[in-house]
């Protein structure tokens, strides 16, 4: 059983940046395959960024440069640090934790991009 508690939302002007964190509570969170999601109000939830266990990473074609995920085990935690931020990434951002039979997601944090 994972647990997973995201942080770090709030609301930014068009360009600056935001650091999401997500820590997860229970073991073998090194085995999981990690992931942000975001859901914009009343649009389907989306795949933002994933980082594999071994730490391969993968990103959506429109945060590509301006989006890096990361992950610390030790930690049991895994980032996003977004610059340039635009708002259009105004979302509901969640974290997501999988393996083989198992999938876990977060409460989820709000982003606004506003001026």
């Known amino acids: 059983q994972v647990q997973l508690v995201e942080s770090g939302g709030g609301l930014v002007q068009p360009g600056g940046s935001l650091r999401l964190s997500c820590a997860a509570s229970?073991?073998?969170?090194?085995?999981?395959?990690l992931a942000w999601y975001r859901q914009p109000t009343g649009k389907q939830r989306e795949l933002v960024a994933s980082?594999?266990?071994?730490?391969?990473?993968n990103y959506a074609d429109s945060v590509k440069g301006r989006f890096t995920i990361s992950r610390d085990n030790a930690k049991n935690t895994v980032y996003l640090q977004m610059h340039s931020l635009k708002p259009e990434d105004t979302a509901v951002y969640y974290c997501?934790?999988?393996?083989?039979?198992?999938?876990?997601w977060g409460q989820g944090t709000q982003v606004t991009v506003s001026s």
């Open positions: 997501n934790a999988a393996m083989v039979g198992s999938e876990y």
């Open positions: 229970g073991s073998i969170f090194s085995m999981h395959d």
């Open positions: 980082i594999t266990s071994v730490g391969r990473t």
